[in-house]
């Protein structure tokens, strides 16, 4: 059985550390610079002596990382994906686009600002945490900022997620993006033991996120009204005083800071349910319509979402979509969409606008993307990724309707993206024949 990436006395990685198996079983190298240091006598000098692993990850095709558990206890399937952001973590770990997914944090220091109560964007604070687990390469230490209400080790267990540091994420992001994202379990028990064959089973035994509506997992019950604008230093959050325009924005596991964005710019926002129909959305004779992120496969919500987007386009009014949203938008249009190989998660993407010229940097979380080449002759493509050419954004020509693939609220380029939100206001100013704004 394939095990944790192994390093030898001389400190050298094997070139496949997911090949070392002995006869008596799965055995983990430890090296005195990697490992967590122990203490004899209360000097501070590291041995070399096992310490008890009270976390595991353990794939479908039965590799086996061990390392130490923190957070939730118990264990949890899902799709293990990889994360390149160096910031941002628990925007990230309350992103709902990530629901029935296991993050490889890329880079090493994840937990050192701790967890506070304005970073969360989970819309709907009703729904259990989306996603599945974490994986951490560094221990995670006591937080030092001014912002820290909670360490990321007493927030990961309010929130009930499993996570799991130690674990060499260069050698599991490699294998990721070699073999694809695999099905996995993470487990994290105090006591340390384990029953590998079980949780393998379980891994191999999950259906994958192929075929999956999720976003009827995380959207919100109920319509609900916001005003909260974004985020300035020293003062938090504003609130919108004098709307000027009115967008429904529909709620397929919508992030807070998309609702700011949108206030930011003057617009009240109703929210509703990732189920509402073309005549829920259009009885609330919205400026715009704002179609939201989330999870799961776009393909699996054709019976509900794709219908209901079709009549809101038919309308005539401003549409904009952002990641599933744009996906969405895509399918209703007459388009189709496919899972991709190692999906795109980070915040080092460059994206290029072909309405511009420009290149942006943008924040991507998504496992499938719009086939260019079914789009329609109606349907121009706007964007494309610089990393590996695919499908980021789309508009109807003639049509205040377009959407992209990343998250522009994200801020990290940081601001390059925000033009798209000025963008859609502008669409809704067009038709009330206001004066438009500087993009």
């Known amino acids: ?31 005195g610079f990697d490992h967590p240091s122990s203490h004899v006598n209360g000097a501070n000098c590291p041995i070399w002596a096992d310490e008890r692993f009270t976390g595991a990850l353990v794939l479908a095709d039965g590799t086996v990382l061990q390392g130490f558990g ?12 990889f994360n390149t952001a160096m910031t941002g973590y628990q925007e990230i770990l ?38 599945k687990g974490c ?63 079980a949780l393998r089973r379980q891994a191999q035994g999950w259906s994958g996120i192929e075929g999956l509506d999720l ?13 909260e604008t974004t985020w300035s230093w020293n003062q938090g959050y504003g609130q919108l005083d004098a709307p000027q325009f009115h967008v429904v924005a529909i709620d397929y596991g919508l992030k807070r800071n998309i609702l700011r964005c949108l206030a930011s710019q003057g617009c009240k926002v109703t929210v509703l349910p990732a189920t509402a129909t073309a005549d829920d959305v259009l009885a609330r004779k919205p400026d715009g319509v704002f179609l939201s992120n ?25 549409v904009f ?9 895509a399918l209703a249009l007459g388009a189709k969409t496919h899972k991709m190989h190692q999906g795109h998660h980070g915040a080092n993407h460059p994206v290029k606008d072909f309405t511009t010229g420009k290149v942006e940097i943008t924040s991507m979380n998504h496992g499938f993307t719009v086939d260019r080449d079914t789009l329609p002759a109606s349907v121009e493509e706007t964007h494309v990724s610089l990393f590996d050419g695919s499908n980021c954004g789309i508009r109807v020509k003639g049509s205040p309707i377009f959407s992209v693939q990343y998250h522009p609220e994200a801020s990290p380029g ?23 704004v500087e993009e």
């Open 215 to 227: 976003a009827r997992d995380v959207t919100s019950p109920q319509s609900y009204g916001w005003d």
């Open 321 to 329: 979509g952002i990641c599933l949203g744009h996906q969405l938008l």
């Open 135 to 197: 994986v951490f390469r560094g221990k995670v230490t006591a937080p030092s900022n001014y912002r820290a209400g909670q360490s990321l080790d007493a927030w990961l267990k309010a929130r009930g997620i499993i996570a799991l540091s130690g674990v060499d994420t260069r050698a599991l992001t490699a294998l990721i993006r070699e073999k694809g994202m695999p099905n996995a379990v993470i487990a994290h028990h105090p006591e340390g033991r384990f029953d590998f064959d």
């Open 1 to 31: 059985m394939p095990v944790h990436p192994v390093v030898d006395e001389r400190g050298a990685m094997s070139s496949d550390p997911f090949d070392h198996v002995t006869a008596e079983g799965p055995q983990t190298a430890v090296n």
């Open 294 to 318: 989330g999870p799961g496969d776009p393909a699996a919500m054709s019976d509900y979402a794709v219908p209901a987007i079709r009549g809101i386009v038919k309308s005539g009014v401003p």
């Open 70 to 81: 923190l957070g939730a206890t118990g264990e949890a399937v899902g799709e293990l994906c």
């Open 414 to 436: 940081p601001q390059d993206s925000h033009y798209l939100f000025r963008r859609f206001v502008n669409h809704i100013r067009r038709q009330r024949d206001l004066e438009t």
């Open 94 to 131: 309350t992103d709902p686009s990530y629901a029935g997914q296991i993050i490889t944090f890329t880079f090493p220091h994840i937990g050192n600002v701790g967890a506070n109560r304005e970073d969360t964007e989970t819309s709907n604070l009703a729904a259990s945490s989306g996603v």
